[in-house]
Nanobody, 125 residues
Framework: QVQLVESGGGLVQAGGSLRLSCAAS????????MGWFRQAPGREREFVGR????????SYTDSVKGRFTISRDNAKNTVYLQMNSLKPEDTGVYYC??????????????????WGQGTQVTVSS
């Protein structure tokens, strides 16, 4: 059982930056692909981005490309989401998730095996 704990959320003005962290309890953290999702009130959980377990290959949803960056530090069992040029539409609860057996649906929540509790990000206009 992997426990994931997000941190770093908060209130920021449009155009600002935040860095979210997700710390994992699992010593084999490096064997998991890691994803970030977000959920705004009244909306479904949506894919933000993902980093592979090997080589740190990243992918992002179109709306955050060029603004968000995912990285990981396997020595610290932590994955990061650097968010720049934030917009009000980026507001939501952000979740990290661990994918033990990467398959064919990396953008779908059902692909992931473990989830954090989420951290709130609010971007004011």
């Amino acid at each position: 059982q992997v426990q994931l704990v997000e941190s770093g959320g908060g209130l920021v003005q449009a155009g600002g930056s935040l860095r979210l962290s997700c710390a994992a309890s699992e010593r084999t953290f490096s064997s998991y692909a890691m994803g970030w999702f977000r959920q705004a009130p009244g909306r479904e959980r949506e894919f933000v981005g993902r980093i592979s377990r090997n080589f740190g290959i990243t992918s992002y949803t179109d709306s955050v490309k060029g603004r968000f960056t995912i990285s990981r530090d396997n020595a610290k069992n932590t994955v990061y989401l650097q968010m720049n040029s934030l917009k009000p539409e980026d507001t939501g609860v952000y979740y990290c998730a661990a994918d033990r057996h990467p398959g064919s649906s990396p953008m779908e929540p059902d692909e992931y095996d473990y989830w954090g509790q989420g951290t709130q990000v609010t971007v004011s206009s």
